[in-house]
């Protein structure tokens, strides 16, 4: 089964303080994961992708297959990071391939 | 261009009507697809085209039906639709099944509303 499981609707955090978005896995063959992110009133757009080992916006996500975990995380949170954050899981169906995403994490960062 | 278009912005429609949404790109990708996604919902896919031909239709109703007339191009045609199909239908295009790298790029959505 394709599964990717964001436990927290909700996120909120202050101005400052270190966020961490959880997102789980379930897939049978070897993950590639990737975290979206919707600002309001913008386009969905890839945030990081698990491959490429980078930080984006001072986001950094580590894969771990032990765990089937790839959480997302944030030293210092800021107010401009305040969206909606979708893990996403790239998965094969019918010779093509698709994103799997998880019901997302609203993080809201107040001032 | 790094762009995915999608026309128009805002459609509202009757139940009776025949209306279509149309969805570019031009960054030479041969996977397009069309999503539904309701207000703080994930994305829903509809539907996959890979080198423009149908590969994935995830049990969409029938009143929604999808056309890729080329390599640039997606449309998806709306007849007979029902309140609760309203929701922001989203675009996206990503390189094929062969690409190292997978991204799907989004586009901005159209804003449907049935009455």
């Known amino acids: 089964a394709q599964r990717v499981t964001q436990p927290e609707k909700l996120l909120s955090v202050f101005k400052g303080a270190p966020v961490e978005l959880k997102c789980n896995y379930s897939y049978s063959g070897s993950p590639e994961l990737f975290w979206y992110v919707q600002y309001s009133r913008q386009r969905l757009q890839l945030l990081l992708r698990?491959?490429s080992r980078e930080s984006i916006k001072g986001f950094t996500a580590d894969l771990n297959k032990g765990e089937t975990s790839f959480h997302l995380k944030k030293p210092f949170a800021q107010e401009e990071d305040s969206a909606m954050y979708y893990c996403?899981?790239?998965?094969?169906?019918?010779?093509?391939?698709?994103?799997?995403f998880g019901k997302g994490t609203k993080l809201t960062v107040n001032p | 261009d790094t762009e995915v278009t999608q026309t128009p912005k805002h459609l509202v429609m009757g139940m009776t009507n025949k209306k279509s949404l149309k969805c570019e790109q031009h960054m030479g990708h041969r996977a397009m697809y069309w999503y539904k996604q309701k207000a703080k919902k994930p994305p829903e896919l509809m539907f996959v085209?890979?080198?423009?031909?149908?590969?994935i239709n995830e049990s969409v109703p029938s009143r929604f039906s999808p056309e890729c007339p080329n390599s640039s191009l997606l449309n998806l045609h709306l007849h007979a639709l029902q309140p609760e199909d309203s929701a922001l239908y989203l675009c996206a295009s990503s390189h094929a099944r062969t690409a190292r790298t997978y991204e799907q790029y989004f586009g901005p959505g159209t804003r449907l509303t049935v009455t």
């Open positions: 996403a899981l790239r998965a094969t169906q019918g010779g093509s391939e698709k994103l799997v």
């Open positions: 698990h491959i």
């Open positions: 085209y890979s080198y423009e031909k149908l590969s």
